[in-house]
């Protein structure tokens, strides 16, 4: 027997018009990447995204075509995001950051037929535009004013190709499943992979995001996601926020710590979300200046292993932290660290035990771990493991690959090792490719990076397994000191000394002037075992 309640198909533009009929007049500011300040709301937002439709549909645009954006946080952003999903299309989010390269071949295997842009990338389109054939016009996120001359195909200024338009449009009703979005992963090991949000994965990650231990808004709240829509969705940000009718503040092109601090304070933001060099950024601004954000309630942190240093940090400052895991592929958000009971009451080094972890997951995503033969493992906190999860926004395919990626328990295998405890608190040790294997037992070189970059001198730290004569791989740490900083080897190993099991310490100390990131912020450890592969340790000698 089936229920008898309504067919309500889950969609995502259906949230643009919840904000932009009970929402309306909230606010959305964001640091234009003209310049100047601009301030919106949800109404003049939603009808402006009805403009971007029936332009698209004006350029015969389809249900399933796939159109890129490769844009800031901001406004007009935000309109194409639901303009596009709102006739069925695909918003494919390109992350300007990547190689050239990988950028063509990213627009290519998606097959995009119209590239959205902001003014910042219109350079580097045209140096790869006669590679990307299945683009049919590009569109720049400005005005008449500011356009400038280019080679790109039928370019258009943004504002006129919306001012074409009246307005006068509704938005179609299909089925949930349909495809809404689409996020490439950005593949440090082999091709990127395409993950195909549908609108119904979407919704349901959008109500997964907006409880309190989540994301943790509402329509009182202040929302500043550095993280990028381009970055796994600004983790589900563009989606909740509106949802809730919670204030957005968008920080455009400049994400340096003056600029972010000066945002934050200025729109009296209370939520904010990025990964950790961020707000190392943020907090070496607001160290060097000496000020303050007492509006601030909440940081939200993840893509990489937040450092104790850093939740410290903030805690001092009187904010709260979230530290929070996830991936692309889970549209993004896996867990987030709250204080749930027996914990609530936890103080001082306890508290930050918990806090530091990954956290556990809302509901709506399954996890377990399993050995390489995928027998479960002890939930204890001590025993590692591989990552796997299920739910109903986490991807069962990529696009355009014919391969199997779920276990045939249905689980999706995150490729990061972890321990899980008795309450459900995750630990991410490692990547699996990252994991240190020293004489058949496992070193998580996470907790050795956390701990080094601990040490007042440390800027930020990596460790990698370098081949070891007898223990097969040693963990070798490189560290960037802070400027104007100095220590020694002996220095850092003395610091860390009595904090980790004897066999976990690192056997050499590097020191380098920069540590490589990859385009999502996290550090290129593929980049840093080139660098290092004539390395030898002077303990392996003989
Ligand atoms: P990309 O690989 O494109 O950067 P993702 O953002 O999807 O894309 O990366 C997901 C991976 O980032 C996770 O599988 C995990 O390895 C890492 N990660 C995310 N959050 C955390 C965290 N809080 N702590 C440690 N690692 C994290």
Known sequence: MLGLMQDWPLL?????????????????????????????????????????????ERDGIKLGDRIATIAWNTWRHLEVWYGIMGIGAICHTVNPRLFPEQIAWIVNHAQDRIVITDLTFVPVLEKIASQLPSVERYVV??????????????????????AASDGKFEWKTFDENTAAAMCYTSGTTGDPKGVLYSHRSNVLHALMANSKDALGTSASDTMLPVVPLFHANSWGIAFSAPSMGTKLVMPGPKLDGASVYELLSTEKVTHTAGVPTVWLMLLQYMAANNVKLPDL?????????????????????????????????MSPLGTLATLKPPFTERTGEERLDILQTQGYPPFGVEMKITDDAGKE????????????????????????????????????????????????????????????????????????????????AVAEAAVI????????????????????QSATREDILKFMDGK???????????FVDGIP??????????????????YTFPTAAA
């Open 12 to 56: 995502c533009h259906k949230i643009i018009e919840h904000a932009a009929k009970y929402h309306g007049t909230q606010e959305v500011v964001t640091r234009s990447v003209e310049g100047p300040i601009h301030r919106t709301n949800y109404a003049e937002i939603h009808a402006r995204s009805l403009k971007v439709s029936q332009s698209l």
């Open 141 to 162: 996120l400005t005005d008449k004013a500011h356009m400038p001359q280019t080679t790109l195909k039928n370019a258009v200024a943004y504002e006129d190709w919306i």
């Open 377 to 456: 493992l002890p939930w204890d906190g001590k025993t590692f493991g591989r990552l796997k999860v299920s739910g109903p926004a986490i991807a069962k395919a990529y696009f355009r690959v014919d391969a199997n990626i779920l276990d045939d328990a249905g689980f999706f295998d995150t490729g990061d090792v972890s321990t899980m405890d008795e309450h459900g608190y995750m630990r991410i040790t490692d990547r699996s490719k990252d994991v240190i294997k020293s004489g058949g037992e496992w070193i998580s070189s996470i907790d050795l990076e956390n701990l080094a970059v601990g040490h007042p």
């Open 500 to 510: 980790i099991a004897k066999w976990w310490m690192p056997d050499d100390v590097a």
């Open 465 to 484: 397994g370098v081949h070891h004569p007898k223990w097969d791989e040693r963990p070798l740490l490189i560290v960037q000191l802070k400027q104007g």
């Open 297 to 329: 309630q909440m940081v939200i942190c993840g893509g990489s292993a937040m450092p104790r240093s850093m939740i410290q940090a903030f805690l001092d400052m009187g904010s709260q932290v979230r530290h929070a895991w996830g991936m692309t592929e």
């Open 517 to 534: 990131h990859t385009a999502t912020g996290k550090i290129l450890k593929t980049a840093l075992r080139d660098q290092f592969k004539d």
